[in-house]
Nanobody, 126 residues
Framework: QVQLVESGGGLVQAGGSLRLSCAAS????????MGWFRQAPGKEREFVAG????????NYADSVKGRFTISRDNAKNTVYLQMNSLKPEDTAVYYC???????????????????WGQGTQVTVSS
């Protein structure tokens, strides 16, 4: 069992930056593929970024490429999402997720993920 707790969300002006953190419980964190997803009001949850268990492979949604960076620190059981050049359309609840087995090298399919955090709100004002 893995428990995930996100933090770092908030209100920021367009063009600003935020860094989200996701702290995981359990001693097997380093074995999990990790992902960040987001859900805006009235929309489906969508993939944002994913990272392999080692951190050696990452993937991003086209909408955030070049602006967001996913990273992990397995010694701290934590995955991060650095978000720069934020836009109003980035406004959403952001969730981190853990997958025991990643069936896709894109890390994008929601169904690959076994554990989810409660989410943290990110609001970008124009």
């Amino acid at each position: 069992q893995v428990q995930l707790v996100e933090s770092g969300g908030g209100l920021v002006q367009a063009g600003g930056s935020l860094r989200l953190s996701c702290a995981a419980s359990g001693r097997t964190f380093s074995r999990y593929t990790m992902g960040w997803f987001r859900q805006a009001p009235g929309k489906e949850r969508e993939f944002v970024a994913g990272i392999s268990w080692s951190g050696g492979s990452t993937n991003y949604a086209d909408s955030v490429k070049g602006r967001f960076t996913i990273s992990r620190d397995n010694a701290k059981n934590t995955v991060y999402l650095q978000m720069n050049s934020l836009k109003p359309e980035d406004t959403a609840v952001y969730y981190c997720a853990a997958a025991r087995t990643s069936y896709s090298t894109s890390y994008a399919p929601l169904n690959d993920y076994d554990y989810w955090g409660q989410g943290t709100q990110v609001t970008v004002s124009s």
